[in-house]
Nanobody, 124 residues
Framework: VQLQASGGGLVQPGGSLRLSCAAS????????TGWFRQAPGKEREFVAA????????YYADSVKARFTISRDNAKNTVYLQMNSLKFEDTATYYC??????????????????WGQGTQVTVSS
């Protein structure tokens, strides 16, 4: 299984971007998919996660009400719609596969497969 994140770019504060995480492999949609981000000099932090079966979601407080995670089962793709972007959202965004299918977690150690990352820069 491989994960391919895309959709990053340069956006002004208050703008929007949609990230995509496409996966190959038949078992990908069995497990929860999450998004994390890492800014320069900072730890990688949890952003959002979604279950494939029910579409249940879990968000970090810092992005709640601004970001929306969704999935397209037919395309084996998870999306992260990011609205009202702030300077502090600047980071490399990674999608990852959880070890679990129904336990929504924000812990890095609960994710065992990572994509290559896509850069999001919020700047005026």
């Amino acid at each position: 299984v491989q994960l391919q994140a895309s959709g990053g770019g340069l956006v002004q504060p208050g703008g929007s971007l949609r990230l995509s995480c496409a996966a190959s492999g038949r078992t990908f949609s069995t497990y929860i998919t999450g998004w994390f981000r890492q800014a320069p000099g900072k730890e990688r932090e949890f952003v959002a996660a979604i279950t494939w079966s029910t579409g249940s979601t879990y968000y970090a407080d810092s992005v709640k009400a601004r970001f929306t995670i969704s999935r397209d089962n037919a395309k084996n793709t998870v999306y992260l719609q990011m609205n009202s972007l702030k300077f502090e959202d600047t980071a490399t965004y990674y999608c990852a596969r959880s070890r679990y299918s129904s336990y929504l977690s924000g812990r890095r150690n609960d994710y065992d497969l990572w994509g290559q990352g896509t850069q999001v820069t919020v700047s005026s």
